[in-house]
């Protein structure tokens, strides 16, 4: 689902520009959620949306609009496995900002995995005055950004249920991806506004079946899983746009999926201890 999203977005990028991408799926995103959170008000009250920690909902937001944001940008600029990897390095960079944040403990085994990611990104951005792009770095961004997004949401799952997470979530980023539309002269066709449906879609369907498998697995076992997300994306990137990873990003693309893998039953680890 999630590399359906990926091309999607690629698909209609030519044609709408980053900001109404990212604020329709937002639109979509949060029009599906809504509901359930309403239900939740009703049942509850009101009470069940107020909170003591604001400032960490807005930093969590902010934090993962951003990430949207770089993500979405680099799909269209260079190709959709390794944009959708670059993006997943998220694994790599959380026991980091973790650590930092919030004191937690990282093992010398996470430590190697981490390293041993970087090196694979390492090659997947091909750091030579012919290949390099900086686009590459604005999706490694992404990861960094859904990292502190992610790390928010550990120190908000202390007190904070996740219904309330979410409506805060969908309610900021949707109210902010909206200010840029202000100098927006030209909104999507009608062609074009079927492919965002279908990106918030998937978007969505990707969502329900990763916590689908989160509630019914542990993480360790489910997390190298997200990375089929990678593969897909090689798949449809060589049917539509004929794009294939030379040996060298192959390469790096095989030690960010060990890397990651690692990291997250390391880092699932330490959270169930």
Known sequence: MFAFMGASIKFVSDDVSTELIVFFRNLFGFAVILPFVLLSVFKTGLSSLATDVPWWHLGRSLAGLGAMYLFFYAIAYIPLSEAVLLSYTTPLFAPLLAWFLLKEAVSRNLVFAIALGF????????????????????????????????????????????????FYYGLICTSVSSIPLLGIEKMPDTDSMLILVAVGIFATLGQFCLTRGYSTAPVAQVGPFVYSTVVFATIIGWFFWEEMPTAYTGFGILLVIVAGSIALGKSAEAKSS
Not at 142 to 151: E, F, I, K, R
């Open 119 to 166: 090196v694979g990104v390492t090659f997947l951005l091909n750091p030579n005055f012919e290949a390099f792009s900086w686009v590459s770095l604005i999706a490694l961004g992404s990861g960094l950004m859904a990292a502190a997004a992610m790390t928010a949401i550990r120190r908000m799952s202390k007190t904070e249920p996740a219904t309330r997470i979410i």
